[in-house]
């Protein structure tokens, strides 16, 4: 296996300018080798597989670069001792002021990824089998609809094309989501099914009892710790899910790996495979009322429904106002399937609104068939409220116009 190096700085080194000085550096460090051999640029130990070279790109740089040095040290052996004297050698070359060093090969890397990949991904798929098998079973075939975020159906949305062979005939939308994502489905989402309101009566009504209490602690409880606490909660599935999300980014990121890396994700590997398969296997066990189904709607998805529905009532008054606009030009003009974009564009030609008001029109309209064809969880709930708010004013304004004429 091969460990390379590019060691290389616009100012000279105090003390290794050359080669024969960097080996000399290197071979001085006692602690890095058993048996040392050193002959010209190379340094051998006879007790382990290692082996270092060292040679000087500078004649190969161009001509008005700034470079004083630039050093290129190849270090291979095995595995086993490879591994560890990677770092080992970086310590000591930063120890001796070298500031620009850069990794251009890592083999050992490379194995530890290869290595890697595969048990990260066979837990993704098994979850999201999971996933898909309960979820299917008991909140039908519109399920994504109602678990995944609006963060998640942007996504979703935006990586439909990603996959154009499999998706002819198949739902894939379980396999547009990130591997983060399909954690989070199980470790936060909330119940919306028990309001406050609700919690209030219930407690008026219930006996003064510990059972009782605790019959009403059950009810107000989140999906998350009614359907997922025993097999993942309790497990502290989401600690070690969000542990293995960092590896998987160095992999995805062709990032650079120790042994370490590879014995956590070995671990980990074991410990949530046997997760869910335990939550696999006692599938047959949940059930899920109506109202738990209600209540598997995120806290935000509820929100933008809520906000959605208000909207469109403020869009039916603001359409009204335009007619009104309209019949005050012309009373033959109550042609309301003509729609607010083409309404809109007769009130400017018309000189009844201004540019500004009349792209508002448009934008509103934009948000009307978001909202109409279920693609409004592309917006937060905070914009929502801001676009019923310019809304609402756009209504008052349009209201005085109306008035004053």
Not at 292 to 303: C, I, L, N
Not at 332 to 350: I, M
Request: glycine residues 2%; charged residues 30%.
């Amino acid at each position: 296996m091969l460990f390379r190096l590019l060691i290389a700085d616009e100012k000279p080194h105090e003390t290794c300018n050359s080669t024969q000085d960097l080996v000399f550096l290197i071979a001085s460090i006692g602690s890095l080798w058993k048996d040392i051999r050193v002959k010209n640029s190379t340094i051998s130990d006879s007790q382990t597989s290692i082996r270092i070279s060292v040679k000087s790109n500078l004649d190969q740089a161009s001509e008005n670069n700034q470079l004083e040095y630039c050093f290129e040290m190849f270090i291979s052996g095995n595995y086993d001792d490879l591994e560890p004297l990677r770092l080992n050698i970086l310590q000591v070359l930063a120890n001796y002021g070298f500031s620009n060093i850069y990794v251009v090969t890592d083999e050992v890397s490379q194995s530890i990824a290869t290595k890697i990949y595969p048990k990260i991904n066979k837990l993704e798929s098994a979850l999201r089998s999971y996933l898909l098998e309960f979820f299917i079973l008991r909140l039908g075939v519109k399920w994504a609809d109602v678990t995944f975020n609006p963060e998640m159906k942007i996504k979703v949305n935006k990586r439909k094309n990603n996959e154009t062979l499999f998706s002819k005939f198949i739902d894939n939308r379980a396999f547009l989501v990130d591997f983060h994502e399909l954690g989070q489905i199980i470790f936060t989402l909330s119940s919306g099914a028990v309001d406050k309101q609700s919690i209030l009566s219930k407690i008026k009504e219930m006996d003064r009892t510990p059972e009782a209490v605790d019959k009403l602690r059950r009810e107000v409880e989140p999906n998350y710790v009614k359907y997922f606490s025993e097999h993942f909660k309790n497990r502290k599935f989401q600690n070690k899910w969000e542990k293995l999300e960092k590896i998987r980014h160095k992999v995805a990121h062709n990032n650079l790996f120790v042994d370490a890396d590879l014995k956590e994700v070995t671990t980990l590997h074991e410990e949530l495979s046997e997760i869910i398969i335990d939550a696999g296997s006692s599938l047959t066990e949940v059930d899920i009322t109506n109202s738990d189904k209600r209540g598997f709607v995120s806290e935000e998805v509820a929100k933008i429904d809520v906000i959605a529905d208000r909207i469109i009532e403020k869009i039916k008054i603001l359409e009204g106002i335009v007619i009104d606009l309209l019949l005050e030009i012309n009373e033959s003009v109550d042609d309301r399937s003509k729609g607010l974009k083409l309404n809109a564009l007769f009130l400017k030609s018309n000189q009844i609104i201004d540019q500004k008001t009349y792209e508002l029109l448009l934008y509103i309209y934009q948000i009307r068939n978001y909202i109409l064809h279920g693609d409004v969880y592309k917006f937060s709930s905070e914009t929502l409220e801001d676009q019923y708010t310019m809304i609402d004013e756009l209504i008052n304004n349009l209201s005085l116009l109306k008035n004053n004429n």
